[in-house]
């Protein structure tokens, strides 16, 4: 058997809500059924196609054809010669599928249809029966036949899927028939158990792997396992000796039958939950060639009749709801049941085939014998067919009545009603009930009553409810707490009985719901765990799980769950949904969106969530001009929290190609906006009042122009899929992700084989202003501020009203008329008043905000916050809050900005003064400039009067390198006290034009306790020379150096070629490393460029202690040289590394590091920092006792991995081997 035969596909094990026998048994009805009657779509052509007059070589010549008819995918090999080509699929010598000017992988010159990330099918997907055949034709560049192979779909089919015989025995069995109908020898099969992705097999010969097979050649006698075929076309596949182990895996495995005899073509049928006819992925929307199931109803309510008689007939449309026009994609319907005697059927489809959008009919009478065991009768009707769907039930009820007998019979509507889960207090959507009178009397007085819980509330009662009418309520649930929740509507009415009598009649509906659970939730997601939200597919991956432990997943949107799985992690940890092999979403495939919060439930009660940020990519890469060899893609990345951007070192663009075609320019299938090989870049686009009001969108780019293929590169990174990763709340411990992805085989909905429906569209809302001040007011006086909405879903937003609640409601107001509804991704805006009523004593007044409108989780709040006064007073409003300088090199004054203080009170404003102070992360003021002698500009003493206004200018002069930030103070007689404005800015170039912190592709770090430096991603045309400065004075230099592998520059480390020149520094906490380019052939001449960074303030006071038999603990320092403040804990990472060759069993690599997501956990007193490692071995407390302890300082922005500061507990200073002795101190005269 060929190799390309063999090839196995990761898939689920078990169907949600089926056990793995009922599953495998209805797939092998399924695919019986297929083999009988099977399915086609002949395309609107009598030619099979021009290649037809070409010889078609079968079997193959060009390398392997291989059909999977159970789901409808090919997959062919070795075509890597041809630019072009087609597959077909021919029926009786018509063609019935084509995927036309498919491109051939590189170097395999694979070609597959219908598969993961593989092209699709055009027009229609065919339904590929045994007798199919499979012809692929190569085509030359300019789309003309050049050559054709094909191989036929043989005629094999597994009709018993895998299942135990006896212990440790496991059989299989179907049909394999030539084309003529004779039986196929037993030689030319294989048959095969495939286990699930992560599975693997223990015993006999097939230890570690997935498949295990048997073939003619295989005796029990000789290996415990045989492949037999008899005389009548019959195979059966037979497994002894299994172990328990096995046993397990083998009921749960896909069940295969393939067909060898083809040589270079075969034919593998399969049936597993996995398996499907149709499209195999969202992307694929060429509908299945058949026909499909459809009716109008899913019950029938026959009317109360008595006994011995026989109802009126209630009608049910059947209609063919497949796709095609060839007979095979009619419909037969070859019988249709009910499993009461009760309740009889009239078939009027039953021996007329229905053509694809025609219909028929079943006709169900209700014909009662007897009154017991109750009146009340039930039954199922059952709808056989040759469809896909080949079972359709009905269900029906009816009333049998004595003779003489008057009745009203009550029955409700859906039978039971579930909420799903919300968080406590949120209300639900009103769900409606009907209740329907089939009795043959009027039922009065119908009214409802809930029972068992205060958490469901509605109405639902008539006066009268005529028979053969209803009447309708509508319910809503409000969950009073966590967990499960459950109750009743009792529906009750009295009726007139045949005596005149007064009798009731009932009806009761159960409901239920969930609070949502707040216990357990683990602050944030630690390794090995990490969390991974596709959401451009709704697909989510989890990581560093249990093998085999089964997680909860759910997608909840403002409080209310609308996605939830349940997922096994396989062998590596790893657990997913909706995705290929993957567990699926139950019940409805959510549409994962912004905002929208992953939760992750383990089996022990942990909770991880996570929140999907607002990223998008909105053009995929494109080359900035013909020929540049640079590509640029865009997108937006918003902060919803703020409307303005994410930070810029927790987002990162990807380019994604496939290992089999990669970027020629590295190598690999990836290229990251921080890849030195192509000067990648990754910025915010500037603020444009029109196409970036808000500065959320952003640009990255690659150039090529390096790459030994530019033209490829650069339409690979345009054709293939392009990503915008969000990297979490701590970028660098990657433990959540957001993905934004834009390519041709990305979409929203089920991944086959999935069938869970997508999401309807639906409207999204994001409160971009959570909170509002308004002016201080005395009664009578008002004051407005406007909030912002955006709708973040695929539906219009529409508010239906402002409505207001809390401690104050009755002193706000809306001003107008509520928003236009909203398109999705755009914003709105309304206006609240705030106007104090009454004022018996100043005070705040504060109220919520309720936006009701058509998103879930309505309403959606802000707040509103007022200071009310008795007398008439001044009220100071700056606008903007806050002003944003750009990047400033040191001492260069930036453009001034304006701030306008606004009296929105009724008496004067007045100032007592006008500064700028420093804020609580730092001592930034002296950059900051707030003079000016502009006419309009504020002024101690000077009086503003009401509604008048006055500016203040604002500029930014860096003093040093890094963040900058103060706040404009100005103190008035507003009885509110001080208003504040903040300032902040960056500088990342010193005054002489370093940059700082260095600019990618460049990347320092340094390693004070051994005086060692190393630089890296510099040409090879450049030599580079390292310099160390302290307090403005050179106090080291190396030698000019030739970058090495990588663009690597090493001074004074073992086996470097660089070392300091005339001195080895001391180097120390606040020196100045800076890396000084210039080009080889002018060594002394221009800078190139130049990069620094500072040596970081981190310190290791005690290296790796045992302080148990399962712990050890680091402590040291930590302290910003920029600001002098304690660093945060993700700024910097404690770690241990072995002096040996032998791994951590903790992590499986050479060291152990503390932080967010990692192996050890960090605790920050002041600037004192604790690192403990717990859960280790023996062998790791050992390794870790015994090896190097160290603190990392990450750089400014972790994720650009381009500075980094070393302390080593242990290590020497000085010179290296052959490196000048002399060291310095402080204070050593320049070097010239």
Not at 28 to 42: D, E, K
Not at 275 to 301: K, M
Not at 951 to 962: D, G, K, L, Q
Request: hydrophobic share 40%; proline share 6%.
């Amino acid at each position: 058997m060929n190799d390309n035969a063999r090839i196995c596909f990761d898939r689920s094990t078990t169907a949600p809500n089926q056990s793995p026998i009922s599953f495998r048994r209805r797939m092998a009805s399924i695919a019986l059924t297929a083999s009988l009657f099977g399915a086609g779509f002949v395309l609107p052509t009598s030619d099979v196609t021009a290649a037809a007059v070409l010889p078609a070589n079968e079997p193959p010549v060009t390398g392997t054809i291989v059909s999977f008819p159970a789901r409808d995918f090919i997959s062919a090999s070795s075509w890597a010669n041809y630019p072009f080509v087609d597959v077909e699929v021919l029926r009786d010598g018509q063609r019935v599928g084509i995927a036309h000017n498919l491109v051939p992988q590189v170097p395999s010159g694979l070609v597959e249809v219908n598969h993961p990330g593989a092209p699709c099918w055009d027009t229609v997907t065919p339904n590929i029966v045994g007798g199919d055949v499979i012809r692929v034709t190569a085509l030359d560049a300019g789309g003309v036949p050049v050559f054709v192979d094909q191989t036929t779909t043989a005629k094999i089919v597994v009709t018993a899927t895998i299942h135990e015989t006896g212990p440790g025995r496991v059989e299989m069995s179907g049909t394999a028939v030539n084309a003529n109908g004779t039986p196929m020898p037993a030689v030319q099969l294989e048959a095969g158990a495939l286990s699930g992705s992560q599975a693997r097999f223990t015993g006999g010969d097939f230890v570690n792997q997935r498949l295990i097979r048997t073939a003619a050649a295989d005796t029990l006698a000789t290996v415990g396992r045989a492949l037999t075929t008899d005389g009548a076309g019959n195979w059966k596949a037979v497994w002894t000796e299994l172990n328990a182990v096995d046993m397990a895996l083998a009921l749960d495995s896909e069940s295969q039958i393939s067909w060898i005899g083809g040589g270079t073509g075969s034919t593998i049928f399969e049936v597993g939950p996995a398996i499907a006819p149709g499209p195999y992925t969202a992307a694929c929307n060429a509908p299945l060639a058949g026909p499909a199931v459809s009716t109008n109803v899913a019950s029938v309510l026959l009317p109360a009749t008595t006994v011995g008689s026989a109802s009126a007939a209630s009608v049910v449309r059947v209609t063919n709801a497949g796709f095609g026009t060839d007979p095979s994609t009619n419909l037969v319907v070859s019988s249709v049941t009910s499993n009461s005697d009760q309740f009889a059927v009239t078939n009027t489809c039953a021996g007329s085939p229905v053509a694809v959008g025609a219909g028929c009919d079943v006709s169900i009478v209700f014909n009662p014998t007897t009154t017991t065991p109750s009146q009340l009768k039930n039954a199922t009707i059952t709808i056989l067919s040759n469809a896909g769907n080949s079972t359709v039930s009905i269900d029906a009820t009816g009333y049998a009545l004595n003779a003489g007998q008057q009745a009203a019979v009550l029955v409700a509507q859906p039978t039971m009603m579930d909420f799903g889960t919300r968080a406590a207090g949120n209300t639900s959507p009103e769900q409606s009930v009907a209740v329907l009178n089939i009795g043959n009397v009027s039922a009065v007085n119908a009214a409802g009553t809930f029972v068992g819980s205060t958490d469901f509330a509605g109405t639902a009662g008539c006066a009268e409810i005529q028979p053969g009418q209803s009447c309708t309520g509508a319910i809503t649930f409000t969950p009073g707490g966590e967990g499960p929740r459950s109750g009743s509507l009792n529906v009750s009415a009295s009726f007139a009985d045949e005596n005149g009598a007064t009798q009731s009649a009932s009806a009761s509906i159960p409901l239920t719901g969930q609070g949502l659970l707040t216990g357990n939730i683990v602050p944030f997601p630690h390794a090995p765990i990490a969390l991974n939200s596709f959401i451009d597919r709704d697909f989510v991956s989890l990581l560093g799980f249990e093998p085999g432990e089964v997680v909860t997943v759910q997608i909840i949107r403002h409080g209310v769950v609308i996605g939830t799985a349940s997922s096994i992690a396989g062998a590596d940890g790893i657990a997913e949904v909706n995705h290929p092999g993957a567990q699926c979403w139950v019940g409805t495939t959510p549409d994962i969106r912004a905002n929208d919060v992953l939760r992750v439930t383990r089996a022990d009660g942990r909770v991880y969530v996570m929140t999907n940020a607002d990223v998008r990519v909105t053009q995929k890469a494109l080359e900035t001009s013909a020929g540049s060899g640079i590509v640029a893609m865009k997108g937006y990345a918003r902060d919803l929290v703020t409307g303005g951007p994410l930070a810029l070192n927790s987002i990162e663009a990807r380019l994604i190609a496939s290992s089999k075609n990669p970027f020629a320019i590295n190598g690999r299938r990836a290229l990251t906006s921080a890849d030195a090989l192509t000067h990648a870049t990754l910025t915010f686009d500037p603020v444009d009042a029109v196409t970036n009001p808000d500065g959320v969108n952003w640009t990255a780019t690659w150039d090529f122009n390096a790459s030994p293929n530019v033209a490829a590169d650069v339409a690979l990174a345009g054709s293939e899929q392009n990503r915008l990763l969000w990297l979490g709340r701590d970028p660098v411990a990657l433990a959540e992700l957001s993905f934004a992805e834009n390519a041709p085989a990305v979409a929203n909905g089920p991944a086959a084989p999935c069938t869970a429906p997508a999401e309807a569209p639906s409207a999204g809302i994001a409160v971009m202003t959570p909170s509002n001040t308004f002016p201080t007011l005395g009664v009578g006086a008002t004051g407005d501020r406007t909030y912002s909405v955006r709708n973040i879903g695929t539906a219009p937003l529409a508010i239906s009203s402002i409505t207001f609640a809390g401690s104050n409601p009755g002193d706000f107001s809306l001003v107008g008329a509520v928003p236009a509804p909203v398109a999705p991704g755009g914003n709105a805006t309304f206006t609240v008043r705030f106007s104090p009523q009454v004022v018996n004593t100043a005070g705040t007044r504060s109220a919520i905000v309720q936006i009701n409108d058509n998103a879930v989780g309505s309403p959606h709040t802000a707040t509103a916050t007022g200071l009310a006064v008795r007398t008439v007073v001044p009220s100071a409003l700056m606008t903007p809050a806050s002003l944003t300088f750009g990047d400033t090199q040191v001492g260069v004054t930036s453009a001034p900005q304006i701030i306008t203080v606004t009296n929105e009170g009724a008496a004067d404003l007045e100032f007592a003064g006008i500064g700028v102070g420093n804020t609580t992360v730092g001592t930034s003021a002296i950059d900051f400039d707030v003079n000016s002698d502009a006419a309009d500009a504020c002024k101690a003493t000077q009086l503003v009067p009401a509604g008048g206004s006055c500016t203040i200018t604002a500029m930014f002069t860096p003093s040093a390198v890094n963040s900058r930030s103060a706040t404009v103070i100005i103190s008035t007689n507003d009885p509110a006290g001080n208003k504040l404005a903040t300032l902040s800015g960056s500088s990342s170039i010193s005054v002489d034009g370093a940059f700082d912190p260095p600019r990618l592709p460049h990347a320092l770090s340094v390693f004070p306790a051994r005086d060692y430096v190393a630089a890296a991603g510099y040409a090879a045309d450049e030599v580079v020379t390292v310099e160390a400065w302290r307090n403005g004075v050179m106090i080291g230099r190396s030698d000019a150096l030739s970058p090495g592998v990588g663009g690597l520059i090493e001074v004074n480390n073992v086996l470097a070629t660089g070392c300091w020149a005339t001195a080895t520094p001391d180097l120390q906490t606040g020196d100045i490393i800076r890396a000084v380019a210039r080009l080889q052939a002018d060594p002394t001449g221009a800078i190139v460029s130049m990069d620094q960074i500072h040596v970081q303030g981190v310190e290791v006071d005690m290296p790796a202690t045992a302080i148990n038999a399962n712990t050890v603990v680091m402590t040291g320092t930590a302290v910003d040289t920029f600001t002098g403040l304690p660093l945060s804990a993700g700024s910097f990472q404690p770690r241990i590394s072995t002096k040996s060759i032998n791994n951590f069993s903790t992590s499986g690599r050479q060291d152990l590091r503390a932080g967010a997501g990692l192996q050890g956990s960090v605790t920050m007193t002041g600037k004192h920092w604790t690192a403990t490692f717990s859960g280790l071995t023996a062998a790791d407390i050992d390794l870790a006792v015994n090896g190097r302890s160290a603190a990392l300082w990450l750089g400014r922005i972790p994720a650009a991995l381009n500075e980094a500061s070393h302390a080593e507990w242990g290590e020497i200073a000085g010179p290296v081997g052959g490196c000048p002795v002399a060291g310095n101190l402080p204070g050593l005269a320049a070097i010239s």
